[in-house]
Structure formats: structure tokens, C-alpha cells
């Protein structure tokens, strides 16, 4: 597989300008709508010949259709974007002229949203423990619906009549990835005392959420939370109470190595659920992943490879503390796959080989016993379902540069 320069090693050879955060930082190529074929492995190529590596490849057309597709699973509820998996400002754009509304953590992710004309009425602000800085920052913005759980978290909103809170219920999750509920939501029978504190302090409760965590395998604990929360409602309506939102949070699954349930298999069983939903209580969902993660395709370069105990390591310049940290950090295993710079699909046995990130610590190692042709220094990989928890977990370790973004198919 030896060969001349080719132009995309020379263009990987020259590129030394460290890239901004986020896409709204980085303007795209020349124009500011770009059309690709995201299945061309030529064009895919040609990015990398022209821009370099690493890069996240972030499809625009991707992430309308994953809204869409989740907008039909669950009709009649509203779909905030949680920017948290992949807090781009392409996105934040794809979905706003798609009619969501958007789930938001920090005062940055606030900001990010206000600078892209997102009405602040399409907004809740859902982390469970605040500073009182965030707070103001988002009240200040036009923000007003919050999430809390607990006593503290109430009393926090007391200076703040104009806020409006949803209650936090935990419901914990064995079958997801990572269980939220660990750490946010309090039992549900507390939910009466929250309730009359809040009442006795002034402060508005409008509403219950749950998240049952992230990458859940079956919608059995959905189905379960929003019975539990249904029963919640009604015995806060007799008490008295005025709940009008359920905010059944995200978790909707997608492919990775691993099978995962259709999103209208999945889903199938929450609508019959939230049939039962009284009367005038808006149902909101908080999803992230599912619209993000097939969105994102990742390109490396093989900066070197080395034999050691019988098997090829390539060394990329791209790793677990760049675009793949979420495989340490949301335990996900992304499909990755040849494509090469010389521009043609390698050829050879497939060897049992190790894929290593660039940085000088040990624990860089992308994939052990994967399957490859054996590749050179050069050669281009793929990685694909790398848009949520990739690029937004990602360090500039060892002063290695994290992957640019390049938004596509706006």
C-alpha cells in the first residue's frame, strides 16, 4: 500500500491551525451551505484532502430527519433538544426551522441558543442543582421554567417569583447506560412535601419530569415512570395542586455495535402510556442522543504504526481524549472502518490490530482486536454514530487538537 504523497497526506502534513470549539466559531469551507453525499467515501476523502485532521462531520440533513422520525414515534409531544451530546450551532439552527424547542443546562448552552434567535419561550433550563449565578443568567435571558429536587434547590427560587419549577422524580434504570437517576431526581413519595414546601415559600411548581437514563435497552422503566408520575398528578390535583407539564426526558436509544430497538418499537409502548395523561398536562421529552448520534462521522489519519506482540498499532490523530471520549465517558463503542487517503478501498486479509489515539498516555487506545487490512501512515478511518458525546466531551490533551467540526447538508 505504499505510494506516493498523496494530497490528502500533504494537506495532513501542513495542518497546524488549532481549531475553534464549537462550528459557530468555524465558518464552513467557502460558502455557507455545503451539499454532500456522506456515503462517498471520495467525498469524505476529498474533506480531508482539503481541510485536514481530525475532523467531525457533522450532517445537518442527519439530524432533521432523526427529529422527524422521533416527532412521528411520539406524536402530540414536544421535543427539546438537549444540547448537551452536541451543543453545535448547525443544529441549534437545523432544528429550530423544524419547529423544536430545546433543553438547556448552563449558561453557556443558554447563550449559544439567544445568539441563534431561538425564542427563550421555546427554552426550559432542566439541571437539577444550580448556581445562583446560572440562575440569573437564564431568568435574565428570558428563561423562566427550571427543574429542582430537592429542598435547597426550591429555596434557591425564592427571589425569583417570575421562575416556574418541574419537580425532578427519580426512577432508577439497570437496563441504561448510565443510570441518571443515580445521581438527580427525588423518590416519588416525597413529591407531596416538595409540594407544600415550595407552596409555603411562594415558589411555583408547574409540573413533574424524569430522565430514566441515557441509552436505556427497553422502554419498560419509561412506561413505568410515566404510570407513576400519572398517579403523582391526580393526587396533586386533589390536594389542590395546578400541574399542566409532564417532562418525560430522553434516553430514546440508537446502533451502535450493539442491536437496538426501532424508534417506533420503542416508543409503541410509551404513547399507549401517556394515553392515560390528564386532561391539559403538556408532555415534553428532553432528547439528545437520538437525534445527535447518527449525525456525527468521524475522519482520522494514521499518523504512524508500529509492531508489537505479533500485531500492527496504528497511531491516529484522533483518541479517547479527543473525539472518542465517549467511549471512557458514555460507554459507547463506535463502528470505525478503513477508508484510506490513497483513495481506494485496502486491500488484504483482515488482521487483528490495535487503534491507538496520539497522545503519550497509556490509556489512548481506541479499539483492541479490530479487524483491519494492514494500513500505512496516511491511510484515513471512519468512525460513524460519533455526533453525540464525542466532540462535546473532547480535551486538547497533550495540546493535541480536538477534531473540527464541518457542518454539512444544512
Known sequence: MAGSKTAAQGAIATQGVYPARFSAAVPFMDTPTVQLDTTSREELLALVARHGSPLLVLDCAVVRQQYRRLQAALPGVDLHYALKPLPEAAV?????????????????????VVREGVPVARCIHTHPI?????????LAHGVVTFVADNPDEITKFVPYPQARLLLRVAFRNTEAKCD??????????????LLAQARAQGVAITGLSFHVGSQAAT???????????????????????VLDTLDIGGGFPVEYHEGALAIEEFCAPIRTALQAVPAGVRVIAEPGRFIAAPAGLSLSTVMGRARRDGHWWYYLDDGLYGSFSGQLFDHARYPVVPLTAQGVAPAGPLLLSVLAGPTCDSIDVIAEGIGLP??????????????????????DFNFFPRARVLPVNF
Not at 441549534?92 to 449559544?112: H, I, Q, S, Y
Not at 444550580?130 to 437564564?138: G, H, L, M, Q, S
Not at 494492514?374 to 480535551?395: K, P
Open 92 to 112: 441549534v439552527r437545523a432544528l429550530l426551522a423544524e419547529g423544536a424547542w430545546f433543553d438547556l443546562a448552563t449558561t453557556g448552552e443558554v447563550e449559544l
Open 219 to 241: 422502554p419498560a422503566m419509561h412506561v413505568a415512570a410515566v404510570t407513576a408520575c400519572i398517579t403523582l398528578l391526580q393526587a396533586a390535583a386533589a390536594a389542590g395542586y
Open 180 to 193: 441518571l437517576s443515580r445521581k438527580f431526581g427525588c423518590e416519588p413519595e416525597d413529591v407531596p412535601a
Open 130 to 138: 444550580k448556581r445562583e449565578v446560572d440562575i440569573r443568567a437564564a
Open 374 to 395: 494492514e494500513l500505512v501512515a496516511g491511510d484515513v478511518l471512519l468512525g460513524r454514530m460519533m455526533g453525540a458525546y464525542t466532540c462535546s466531551s473532547a480535551t
